[in-house]
C-alpha cells in the first residue's frame, strides 16, 4: 500500500523526531521547576533553555516570553489587556480571537485578503479613545502575509496597543517582534513541529498583561500552574529547528508554486486566493468551481491525499469560510474551497498524487454536469 500524503501543515505539523526525542526525555526526568533542590533546578534549566530557544525564534528576549498551554490561550491573554479599550480586529482573525472579542470593530481587507490598512487609519481617526488591534501576520486559510509593521505602527502613533498573531507565521518566514513593532505575540508549537497544546505569547519589553490564571506565581505571575516542562522542552527543540530550517521553505513554495500551476492547468476557471499578494511559502487555497469542498476533501482522502476545507474546526463540521466572504468571494465560491499546504516532508510525489486525485474528480464532477 503507498503511503498517505500530507497536506494540511496548517492544521497541524508532524512531530519533529528531535522534539519527540526531547518531550519523552523530559517526561522520564522528575522535578518540578519551582523546587529548589537539584531536580527542581534540572527542570528549571531545562524550561529557561526552552524559553531562550523558542524567544530566539522571533527576536525576542527570553525575559518576555510567557508560555500558555496553546495559540488559543496566548491569543486570549494578549485580548484581555485591551480592557476598558476600543477594540479592532481584522476580518480575517482566526476564531481564537474573534470568539474572544466578539463586540470588536472589524477591520477589513482586500480582495487579496490583505489587511486594508486604509480602513485601520480611518477607524482610528474616528475614535480617539484608546484603543487594542489585533492583526494576523499570515492567514491561516489563504497563507496572505499582512502589513503588520504599516498596520503596528499606525496603531502606536494613535496610542494604541498593538497585538499579532503569528501563529502561523512563525517558522515559515522569519519573524522579528521588534522589527514588527507588536506588543504581543502569540505562537503554537505544534504549527512548527513541537507537539500540540503550548504555546507562547512574546510581550513588548515593559507592556504588562492582566493575569487570567492565578495561583503559583509562574510565568512571571501572569498564567499561573505548574508549567508543562516535556511540552515547553519539546516547543523549544522545534523552534531551534525551525529557526535553522526557515531556507528550506524555499523549496517548499517552488513545490507549492508547481501544484498551483498544475491544477489551474487542469481547471483553469479555478480561483486561487491571495495569488497576487506575498503568501505563506507552504500554502495554496483554491476553489474548484461547482465541487463541494467537503467532496473534494472525501475524494483527496479516498485517494490517500489529506488536506483541509478551509479552516479545521474542532467539530469537523465545514462551515463557509469567513475569510473568503471577507475577500469577497460568493458563498459558492467559498464553499468550494479547499487549502493545501505543504511542509519540510512534501516531495514532488506528494504533488503528483494531489494533482491526479484532484484532476480526475475534476474530470468526473465535468462529466457528470454534461
Ligand atoms: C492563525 C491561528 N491562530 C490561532 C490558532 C490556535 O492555535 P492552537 O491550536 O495552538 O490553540 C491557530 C490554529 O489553528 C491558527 O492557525
Known sequence: MTAPVYLDWNATAPLRAEAARAVSEALARTGNPSSVHRWGRVARQSLERARTQVAALVGAAPSNLIFTS?????????????????????????????????????????????????????????????????????????????????????????????????????????????????????????????????????????????????????????????????????????????????????????????????????????RVFAAEVGRLPNTLCIAMPGVPASTQVMALDLAGVMVSAGAACSSGKVRPSRVLAAMGASPEEAASAIRISLGWSTTSTDIDRLVEAWGALYRRSRADAA
Open 70 to 270: 496553546g495559540g488559543t490561550e496566548a491569543n486570549r491573554l494578549a485580548l484581555f489587556a485591551a480592557s476598558g479599550r476600543r477594540i479592532l480586529v481584522s476580518a480575517i482573525e482566526h476564531d481564537s480571537v474573534r470568539e474572544t472579542v466578539t463586540e470588536a470593530e472589524i477591520i477589513p481587507v482586500t480582495p487579496e485578503g490583505t489587511v486594508d490598512v486604509r480602513a485601520l487609519e480611518a477607524l482610528l481617526a474616528a475614535d480617539t479613545r484608546p484603543a487594542f488591534v489585533s492583526v494576523m501576520l499570515a492567514n491561516n486559510e489563504t497563507g496572505a502575509i499582512q502589513p503588520v509593521q504599516a498596520a503596528a505602527a499606525l496603531a502606536h502613533r494613535r496610542g494604541a496597543l498593538f497585538h499579532c498573531d503569528a501563529i502561523q507565521a512563525a517558522g515559515k518566514i522569519a519573524v522579528d517582534v521588534e522589527a514588527l513593532g507588536a506588543d504581543f505575540l502569540a505562537l503554537s508549537a505544534h504549527k512548527l513541529g513541537g507537539p500540540q497544546g503550548v504555546g507562547a505569547l512574546v510581550l513588548r519589553e515593559g507592556v504588562t498583561l492582566a493575569a487570567q490564571q492565578r495561583g503559583g506565581g509562574q510565568e512571571r505571575g501572569y498564567r499561573a500552574g505548574t508549567e508543562n516542562v516535556p511540552g515547553i522542552v519539546g516547543f523549544g527543540v522545534a523552534a531551534e529547528l525551525a529557526t535553522r530550517g526557515l531556507a528550506s521553505y524555499a523549496a517548499t513554495a517552488a513545490l507549492r508554486d508547481l501544484a498551483q500551476d498544475r491544477l489551474s492547468e487542469i481547471a483553469p476557471e479555478a
